[in-house]
């Protein structure tokens, strides 16, 4: 779940009228957490990022988020709002309004809370019920529901992933980016085919194999999410679909971490 979300930075409704007002009350809350950081440049970054792409992903949810050198910790939020227009992907009116500031250098852990968020997606019952919730405490409670067992978790899994679909290889990346934590590489591979083809007992079986896209996917996670994670990746995989296997070993040591 969303680990670094701060109570004091949920609010439940809104009196913003559009988008652009909703990102000026995003930074008037932040502003009002730190000294770091006017409220000004907190506006300007969250527009700013927004005349990349919509940061409205669909299923009511949108992640507003920017980064600055200044600051040293992550402002983590939710506006509960009544439908609004966010330009979505989907093109559909958003409810939930998240929105992640902070530190420009811990790229990691931008990366894996906008994941954590948008995973909630994934996830009508909660959408409801976050949707409906009364008061900030409501929501915290939800969004925190596992947080006891993630602290508690010790034991990690690795997965190795091998992926021939360029498709289901960003989906897949996406879903595990929001569990790593930086313990995740990704491996340019090649078919066998690519290699038996060489051999003149195959070669008939295989022409133009060379380019072909297969990738091997590495990822460290608390074994308690493999049945999640797993269940996640069959989600969007087609019926019958070749072209990807999953294995998942418990591992006896872990330790360290990689950049994204």
């Not at 402002?75 to 609004?84: A, D, K, Q, S, W």
């Not at 947080?147 to 992926?163: A, D, G, H, P, Y």
């Not at 038996?196 to 091997?216: E, I, Q, T, Y």
Request: hydrophobic share 40%; glycine share 4%.
């Amino acid at each position: 779940m969303v680990k670094l979300l701060k109570k004091n930075l949920i609010k439940i409704g809104s009196v913003s009228k559009n988008k652009t007002e909703l990102l000026g009350e995003i930074a008037d809350l932040v502003s009002t957490q730190t000294n770091s950081i006017s409220r000004e440049s907190i506006f300007k970054g969250l527009k700013e990022r927004e005349k990349l792409s919509s940061t409205g992903v669909g299923k009511g949810l949108a992640i507003p988020h920017c980064a600055f050198d200044e600051l040293k910790e992550f402002f983590v939020g939710l506006i509960v709002v009544n439908e609004m227009d966010f330009d979505a992907i989907d093109n559909k009116p958003v409810n939930l309004v998240f929105f992640s500031v902070g530190p420009k250098s811990e790229q990691n852990q931008h990366i894996s809370t906008l994941t954590a968020i948008s995973k909630i997606s994934m996830d009508p019952d909660l959408i409801t019920k976050l949707k409906n919730s009364k008061t900030a405490d409501d929501v915290f409670q939800l969004i925190h529901r596992d947080e006891r067992e993630t602290q508690n978790s010790s034991i990690k899994c690795q997965f190795l992933i091998q992926v021939q679909d360029e498709e289901l290889f960003h989906d897949i990346l996406e879903i595990l980016a929001a569990d790593v934590e930086g313990s995740i590489s990704v491996v340019d591979a090649q078919t066998a085919g690519y290699y038996l083809h060489k051999l003149p007992l195959f070669s008939s079986f295989w022409n133009d194999v060379s380019d072909k896209f297969s990738k091997l996917i590495v990822a460290v996670i608390d074994k308690r999410l493999m049945n999640d994670t797993i269940r996640r990746i069959n989600m969007i995989k087609p019926d019958n679909k070749t072209g990807l296997l999953i294995t998942v070993t418990e591992l006896i040591y872990f330790d360290g971490s990689l950049e994204y």
